[in-house]
């Protein structure tokens, strides 16, 4: 990241000064970006686009764009005593809490401003579980944030495909996912990142998920469906997946189901002149034992009634 200079700006309300980075360039690399459309990165600056003015005499809600403009300075210019009264925005976080207040403002006049605020507030509340799957919302909280998404649903109006991804997501972190799927099933795209992402929020909608994910992280899935018995499995799409680690589908022999695991390992440089080597020991996710054998959905055996052959569910045009 290469910072260019510093804005200096005050509150609208008040006489609070506000330094503010202006970012020349910076770079994406070892970027995430989640069904949320939260997006961060190791060198992507977090620049806040909405505060609660810290003058504890004003405490009114602003857009950062609405600051009254004081001067531009440049990088040598950051600690001159001249701005020492001026908050440094790269430290500032705007908590749920301010934002629930927010909401109950002037503020939040229209439905636009009041959408960015509930957006903010759904990521917030995300964040609580965005890098821990393990986590769950309180009771409270859970309470909360559902309220903020049925109102999120009102004030959206899916009618760009991003706007529709988004529509679908908030419908799966709902837990309707019988609504998300319907939604993804009306939208075409030929787009490739529009399609991946519009495949994996319907994967995780499938299998009942509701929590946030890294897009990145996510598989594309795929059911198998028995023609005799209607057994189902909801697989990773290994079409689907490049992954260096080269993942197959797997049969645990003592409890008769199917997981995914890499077939591959990373090499070691005394074993192998090869950056990857086969696994040699695949453990069940489920018994923790090793007696597994790779299975393939598409021409082997029923695990159910042991007769039938598993077909593809088509989830898009069925």
Not at 92 to 119: G, M, N, Q, W
Not at 197 to 217: G, M, P, R, T
Not at 290 to 317: A, H, M, R, T
């Amino acid at each position: 990241m290469k910072i260019a200079g510093f804005k200096i700006s005050k509150c609208p309300y008040c006489s609070q000064l506000y330094k503010n980075r202006i970012i020349a360039s910076y770079n994406t690399l070892n970027s995430r970006y989640y069904s949320d459309g939260y997006f961060e990165g190791d060198f992507i600056p977090k620049m806040p686009s909405i505060i609660k003015c810290i003058n504890s005499s004003c405490g009114i809600f602003f857009k950062i764009e609405e600051g009254k403009f004081v001067a531009e300075v440049g990088v040598e210019d950051f600690d001159n005593p001249k701005w020492n009264n001026a908050y440094y925005l790269a430290g500032y976080k705007i908590s749920p809490i301010d934002l629930e207040e927010a909401l109950s403002t002037d503020f939040c006049k229209d439905a636009e401003t009041e959408k960015a605020i509930r957006v903010l507030l759904l990521r917030k509340y995300n964040d609580n579980i965005r890098y821990d799957k393990k986590q769950n919302f309180t009771p409270t909280v859970k309470s909360m944030f559902l309220t903020n998404i049925d109102r999120l649903i009102k004030l959206t109006k899916p009618e760009i495909t991003a706007e529709k991804l988004f529509f679908a997501e908030l419908y799966r972190e709902k837990g309707d996912f019988a609504s998300c799927e319907r939604i993804l099933k009306s939208l075409k795209t030929e787009k490739d990142n529009e399609k991946r992402i519009k495949e994996k929020i319907f994967s995780q909608a499938k299998v009942k998920d509701d929590k946030v994910f890294n897009i990145y992280l996510v598989a594309i899935k795929i059911e198998y469906k028995c023609d005799n018995c209607g057994d189902s499995h909801i697989l990773f799409d290994l079409s689907k997946l490049n992954h260096p680690l080269d993942y197959k589908h797997f049969k645990c022999l003592n409890e008769n189901r199917l997981f995914e695991a890499p077939s591959k390992i990373f090499a070691r440089e005394k074993e192998s002149k090869n950056t990857f080597v086969p696994c040699d020991n695949t453990i069940c996710p489920f018994c923790g034992g090793s007696d597994v054998e790779i299975f393939e959905p598409e021409i082997q055996d029923c695990l159910n009634c042991k007769s039938g052959k598993y077909k593809i569910v088509d989830w898009f045009n069925k």
